[in-house]
């Protein structure tokens, strides 16, 4: 019977018969909200974005970029991280060694193709024949600009990856190093008297790192490490061929497809384009 039947029948008003009947708030069932987390569409999306080969490295704030600009989801970044814990997805923290004194000034360009570090890393095929790849990094956009890979680790091979990134700025002769700083380590191939002399030809100002201070060199040595964790040490390659053909692939997908956590997770060609429409307007 409804409240207002019952009010008739005992001659009450309405409200006195409904505080009669009503049931304490304690006592009614409590729904707990659901979790974002607990969202099954997100969850597989996750994964799977986790799953992809190119991103099995990424940690939780690049999967989540990758979320909004694939799906246009917005998720909290904790939310995120929670998941692939759950799913197992996560890596063990790295611990790291307690910061040196730099010996040199960080480069902080303000623009493409004024500061430049180049450095050189080896690997192993599977006949244990050793390659060497030489890279050359513009560390305003993140941008490799030249790279060389051969069987021997020469001054020619370093002056070929530079001649490689001068070469992708449409310029040729002196002009084309002109506002240009290179910098390296002080190992025998960017000390040598060869490569000295071609950045004199090329016009570009050479500089040098402190002697064991790598993070003077901080840009390419952590775009060898990326190199390294999304390459090459998930692959291992039988021939010479086979190797070139994957750093090639690997060298346009970093410049054109993959997102950079210090370039607000663009590109570096978006950042480099971004960079001459702001010129030109």
């Known amino acids: 019977m409804s409240v207002r039947r019952l009010a008739q029948a005992f001659q009450e008003p309405v409200s006195t018969v409904g505080r009669w009947i009503e049931v304490p708030a304690d006592l009614l069932p409590t729904r707990k909200p659901r ?164 950045l004199g030809t090329a016009g570009v100002k050479g500089q040098y790192t402190g002697y064991s201070a790598p993070d003077d060199n901080a840009y390419v040595e952590r775009i060898i490490r990326t190199v390294k964790e999304e390459e090459i040490w998930l692959n291992l390659y039988d021939t010479f061929s086979e190797a070139h053909a994957a750093i090639d692939a690997y060298v346009r997908y970093y410049n054109e497809e993959r997102i950079h956590a210090a370039l607000g997770y663009s590109t570096p060609k978006e950042v480099a384009a971004a960079h001459v429409t702001h010129a030109a307007a």
């Open 35 to 198: 979790r974002v987390s607990d969202d099954a569409v997100l969850r597989t999306r996750i994964r799977d974005l986790c799953n992809e080969p190119r991103n099995q490295t990424f940690g939780h704030r690049r999967i989540r970029a990758l979320l909004k600009r694939r799906w246009g989801v917005q998720v909290n970044r904790k939310t995120v991280l929670q998941i692939m814990r759950e799913e197992k997805l996560t890596r063990p923290r790295m611990w790291h060694r307690p910061a040196r004194p730099k010996r040199v000034e960080k480069m902080r360009p303000v623009a493409p193709h004024t500061a430049w570090q180049v450095d050189m890393t080896s690997f192993q095929l599977s006949d244990l024949t050793p390659l060497f790849l030489v890279l050359v990094v513009d560390c305003f956009t993140r941008e490799i600009v030249g790279w060389t890979l051969d069987r021997r680790c020469r001054a020619s091979e370093w002056v070929a990856a530079v001649r490689m990134g001068l070469e992708s700025k449409g310029d040729s002769g002196k002009a084309a190093g002109q506002e240009l700083t290179l910098r390296s380590d002080n190992g025998a191939q960017p000390c040598s008297k060869r490569f000295v002399e071609y």
